[in-house]
Structure formats: structure tokens, C-alpha cells
């Protein structure tokens, strides 16, 4: 799987990048991420990537002109996102999708967002969450890591079974403890040491409910 992340900052990545799941993805060959530069596609002798908003305001906006060039320089089909704080929520089941495609492009937004147009020429617009991040850099890191250890033999499937929003019932994972057995006055609960594997199995469940309805209560309702 190739990820094409389209940025003005390609240095922010090289650090995420080579650490943990996603180097290991990259060493088993199982995917490659080409790190492209929007500035590279200006025409005019200063490189210019943005411009005032029509109608005023506060703030520059990414250019669609050159945005779109840049993005039409992948000759082949991959999947278009673009990155934007007023996208469509990026969900795990999102993750679930782009990991089924064979090429993802990911246009990082910045400054004061981009130009409305290009929204024409993706197929999705998504925003990571309900906050406002500088620019799409370190949500396109999010969501590559978040495809990538989804995609086949990268992480193993047992691992993958019971993790928050995978699971049949859509639970938060519960809680996980290891040594020490006390820590600070604070103790393993028993069943975890009782090896009875049964009982462990309905205790994980329902601390997987109880941890749901406080912090998610929402995905009771789905």
C-alpha cells in the first residue's frame, strides 16, 4: 500500500516515521509513504502556495491551482483525502476502509484552510477530531499509523480482536494490568491472578461496558 502525503512541511514526518508500527510496515515492504512537497507545483518565481480569502477575512488559503496539480501528478487512481478541521469525522471504521485500498493520497490543509474547490477533486474530506490543529501534518501521521496497523501481517490479528471501536460491540478495550501485583496501595484486581479464564472473559466484558458508559456513553446508542 502506497500513502501520498502532500504537505509544505515535509520535514515534520521523518521523525514519526521511522519509530514503532509504521517502521515496521515500511521494513516489511508492506507499505511505502512518498512525502510530496504542494510547494513544488507553484509556477511563479516565489513558489506561492496560498493567497488572501475573496470576501476578506483574517488568514491566507492554500491555493486550488496549485493544490490540485500536485494532486494530479499521482498517475494512477489512488484514493483522494483532504484534510480539513470541517471534514467528515475519521473513524476507526474509516481505517478499516482506507486499508482495503492499494493507494491513499492525503492533502494536508494549513494556514487558514484551502480553497473550497479542491473539494471537487477528492473523494473524502476528513478532520481527525472536534479541535483545530494547525495544519493537516500530524493528522495525516494519525491516520497513517492508524491504517497501517491494520494492513495484513503488520500486527497480529489476535491483538488487533479486542481493541476500542474493533470489536463486535463496539466497546471501549477494558482495563489491562501487569507487574508489579501492588503498586502504591493499588492492586491487580483477584480475578486477573485466579486463572480461571471463563470468569476473566466476563469481567473483561463488563469493565469493557462500565469504561464505555463513562467515557463513550454515545457508542451504547450505535
Not at 53 to 81: F, H, N, W
Not at 188 to 197: A, N, Q, R
Amino acid at each position: 500500500m502506497t500513502f501520498y502525503i502532500f504537505t509544505l512541511f515535509p520535514e515534520m514526518f521523518s521523525g514519526v516515521f521511522s519509530q514503532s508500527i509504521v517502521k515496521k510496515g515500511l521494513d516489511l515492504k508492506k507499505i511505502k509513504i512518498e512525502i510530496v512537497n504542494i510547494r513544488d507545483f507553484a509556477k511563479d518565481k516565489h513558489k506561492t502556495v496560498d493567497d488572501r480569502p475573496y470576501g476578506g477575512g483574517r488568514g491566507m488559503v492554500m491555493k486550488a491551482d496549485v493544490c490540485t496539480e500536485a494532486l494530479e501528478s499521482i498517475k494512477q487512481k489512488p484514493y483522494r483525502i483532504l484534510l480539513s478541521a470541517s471534514g467528515k469525522k475519521f473513524t476507526q471504521k474509516t481505517a478499516k476502509f482506507l486499508a482495503g485500498k492499494s493507494s491513499v493520497v492525503i492533502i494536508c490543509g494549513h494556514y487558514e484552510g484551502t480553497d473550497a474547490r479542491i473539494e471537487k477533486f477528492v473523494d473524502q474530506t476528513y478532520s481527525i477530531g472536534d479541535f483545530v490543529l494547525t495544519g493537516g501534518e500530524i493528522a495525516a501521521m494519525t491516520i497513517v499509523d492508524s491504517v497501517t496497523r491494520l494492513i495484513p501481517d503488520i500486527i497480529r490479528k489476535e491483538s488487533l480482536k479486542f481493541e476500542s471501536f474493533s470489536n463486535q460491540n463496539n466497546l471501549l478495550e477494558f482495563p489491562q494490568y501487569t507487574r508489579p501485583e501492588e503498586f502504591r496501595g493499588l492492586k491487580v484486581p483477584k480475578i486477573l491472578l485466579s486463572g480461571d479464564h471463563d470468569e476473566i472473559k466476563k469481567w473483561r466484558i463488563t469493565q469493557a461496558i462500565k469504561r464505555t458508559r463513562k467515557f463513550r456513553p454515545d457508542l451504547l446508542n450505535t
